[in-house]
């Protein structure tokens, strides 16, 4: 069967809702957009046109938008072809949902959840089977109209002309990058991303015992290892520790056993006092950075110094060449390299181990992390970059086992990921495969 979305029946208008719901009226489609009352739905749809930036690239889109309430107009979803959930991360709410609306959808029309993380078969365990066989995850980033990443995420039971159907329209027609995920705990940009926090905190902790300063630690974990300014502690700080802990605890709850990730769900007790009390980044007004504005109105950037847990004034921080370059950090003999090889080379390392179990390539991991996390180079790409031969040997000389990927390149007897100008990457047999159009 081929299945074609052309209009869109969006089920929850919160943050992710309203911002699915305003880019597939740009592009063109019909939209539904219900929610818990019809006010909760008239209050997302005033939020979309007046956000900063607003959620609409064409104001008059929103004349396609049509709304209601999941108990008077749930019966209407039989009017669409994607019928997006977008509700509140939890799984028996979700699932009492997807239970209700089964009935009233029409044959043909492909079926989709906006989880950050429950797993796919949590979901739809137990489901009709038609639902089954419909239903995929549609892992879209905050804020939609900006973040290019979409994970798209099969179940066992899903065909693949359904996902065939989200690819096109999420692709072609809302610019959407598509990357394709296996339905394993956080998929690929936040299962890495989130790996890189949580294991970051507690690694950090050596470099701040060693006299650096968190700002010389973001400052490294910045530009030099390939990732934005924020860093370590800026990032976390945007997202915020009570959704990390969230986050923390669903790893632990989902992880493989054997999975290193295992060591870092909790959070060292300086941050997890932090979100004690309430300290929890921008969203609370300070988290490890907080703006002071003095009554002159002059501005300060404030930094909580855990290694005394008061705050000061953030330095601002050079680096020398040997600090500022990709190519050397990582291997500088020195406190600097030493954190920048273990948080980020150890990021590195963790993604390498994780070809097949959350991708089956590194082409979509390395996409997952530039378009999701901002990532100026994949992992796969930053390890060719920093040259896998010499990663290997330093991996060795530690004597530390290789991951998966690295074991494949060196049995493979070949010096990179991609070659022939990146057009074809290593697959995990060995053998040469050409990259698909981005
Ligand atoms: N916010 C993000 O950064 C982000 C990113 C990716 C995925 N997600 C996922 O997207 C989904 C929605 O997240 P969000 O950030 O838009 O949340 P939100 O809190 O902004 O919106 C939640 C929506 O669920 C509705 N809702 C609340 N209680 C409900 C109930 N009992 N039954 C039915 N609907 C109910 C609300 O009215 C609202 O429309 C979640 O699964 C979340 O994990 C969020």
Redesign the pocket.
């Known amino acids: 069967m081929t299945r074609e979305v052309k209009s869109v029946a969006v089920?929850?208008?919160?943050?992710?809702?309203l911002g699915i719901a305003a880019a597939s009226a740009d592009a063109g489609a019909e939209v539904l957009l219900l929610?818990?009352t019809m006010a909760?739905a008239e209050a997302?749809l005033d939020r979309m046109k007046n956000i900063r930036p607003p959620a609409f690239e064409n104001p008059a889109s929103a004349d396609r938008i049509s709304l209601g309430s999941?108990d008077a107009d749930l019966a209407e979803i039989k009017n669409y072809d994607w019928i997006c959930e977008?509700?509140?991360?939890?799984v028996t709410?979700?699932r009492?949902?997807f239970a209700k609306l089964e009935p009233f959808r029409k044959d043909g029309s492909v079926v989709s959840?906006?989880?950050?993380?429950?797993p796919l078969k949590d979901i739809a365990g137990g489901m009709p089977e038609r639902l089954r066989k419909d239903l995929v995850v549609t892992?879209?980033?905050?804020p939609v109209k900006i973040m290019r990443l979409m994970e798209l995420i099969p179940s066992a039971d899903t065909t693949s002309d359904v996902t065939v159907a989200l690819a096109d329209f999420c692709g072609n027609k809302l610019g959407k990058g598509v990357v394709y995920a296996k339905d394993t705990v956080n998929f690929i940009g936040n299962r890495i991303g989130c790996f890189f926090m949580l294991s970051g905190l507690h690694k950090a902790q050596e470099a701040l015992q060693n006299g650096m300063t968190m700002e010389q630690i973001d400052t490294v974990l910045g530009k030099p290892v390939g990732l934005p300014p924020t860093g370590l502690y800026g990032l976390i700080d945007l997202i915020g520790l009570d959704i990390m802990d969230l986050v923390g605890k669903n790893l632990h709850a989902n992880l493989p056993e054997a999975d290193v990730g295992r060591a870092f769900t909790s959070f060292p007790k300086p941050e997890q006092a932090m979100l004690e009390r309430g300290q929890l980044g921008r969203k609370a007004k300070g988290g490890f950075y907080r703006l002071n504005i003095a009554e002159d109105g002059t501005k300060t950037k404030e930094i909580f110094d855990l290694s005394n847990e008061t705050w000061r004034t953030a330095e601002r921080i050079s680096l020398d060449e040997i600090h500022a370059n990709t190519e050397t950090v990582f291997f500088a003999d020195d406190k600097v390299g030493k954190l920048a090889w273990d948080i980020m080379g150890g990021t590195l390392l963790y993604a390498a181990d994780l070809v097949p179990e959350i991708s089956d390539d590194v082409v979509n991991i390395d996409r997952a992390m530039r378009w999701g996390f901002g990532w100026a180079k994949g992992p796969f790409e930053l390890l060719d970059q920093l040259s896998p031969a010499k990663v290997i040997s330093k991996l060795e000389a530690e004597g530390q086992s290789l991951p998966a990927m690295l074991q494949t390149l060196k049995d493979a007897g070949v010096d990179s990921f991609y070659r022939n100008g990146g057009t074809e990457y290593l697959t995990l047999q060995g053998t040469w495969e050409t990259v698909p159009a981005e």
């Open positions: 089920l929850g208008g919160g943050t992710m809702g929610d818990v909760a997302s999941f977008a509700i509140v991360e939890d709410v979700k009492e949902l959840t906006n989880t950050s993380g429950i892992h879209f980033f905050n």
